[in-house]
């Protein structure tokens, strides 16, 4: 509800950031800093190599300093490979002097070896896949990297482990979950759907995703609407 923006707002600042030389990113990014700006919000964009970090003043771009700041980078590349920027961000967010969008904590939720702990915690739920750290016995399967992004890095094998579709990629060196493979839905092209649902505290956002067997890079995503009768 914008009824009462210009009322509540207090003119925080939200800079956007992407890496340099990625245009698809770019344009991402873009399109979300579109998005809140159409809102109300006073925005920025700047590439990552040119953000300034201070642990006791925040985030700053060309000498001012904003309240809030949204990069599309990976938080696991961050902390494996910037651990200076690790270091800078942790004192931001200890000090209060910034507030990050898509927070730290969901490097927690990208990392797919949280399906084998909800497994642990849930055994055969409905709605959970059976998944472990080593290779299942007896099931068709999908081995995937706990970090890895756009299919890349997945094996799907059947109950035989003959590899039924495979993709290699970039994230080779993490370590891998097995989990129990199911078939997505598909029309009548034969090509794959896989719906995600988004949540702010409540369900607020449905999205498909259409390719192959596994779901890589060239997957588009798929408009919608939703009828009720």
Not at 13 to 38: R, W
Not at 183 to 191: A, N, R, T
Request: with cysteine.
């Amino acid at each position: 509800d914008l009824n009462n923006f210009d009322q509540e707002y207090e003119g925080w600042k939200i800079l956007f950031s992407s890496v340099k030389d990625n245009e698809e990113e770019e344009s991402t990014v873009k399109l979300l800093q579109t998005i809140a700006e159409d809102a109300g919000f006073v925005t920025e964009f700047a590439y990552m190599e040119d953000v300034e970090f201070d642990d006791k003043e925040g985030v700053f771009y060309n000498n001012l300093n904003y309240e809030y700041w949204f990069k599309l980078f990976p938080w696991e590349d961050i902390a494996i490979e910037e651990s200076e920027l690790a270091r800078l961000i942790t004192q931001i967010m200890h000090n209060k002097k910034a507030i990050f969008l898509n927070p730290a904590y969901t490097l927690m939720f990208q990392s797919k070896a949280f399906m084998k702990i909800l497994w642990d915690l849930y055994p055969n739920h409905p709605l959970l896949l059976e998944t472990d750290f080593k290779p299942l016995q007896g099931i068709a399967q999908v081995e995937k990297k706990i970090f890895g992004r756009e299919g890349a890095n997945t094996i799907i094998v059947d109950k035989n482990e003959k590899i039924i579709e495979e993709r290699d990629g970039e994230y080779g060196e993490f370590p891998s979950v097995f989990q129990e493979y199911v078939e997505l839905p598909k029309d009548s092209k034969g090509d794959s759907y896989q719906a995600g649902v988004f949540f702010a505290y409540e369900g607020c956002g449905l999205g498909f995703r259409r390719g192959g067997l596994i779901l890589d890079n060239y997957s588009k995503f798929v408009g919608h609407r939703v009828v009720v009768d």
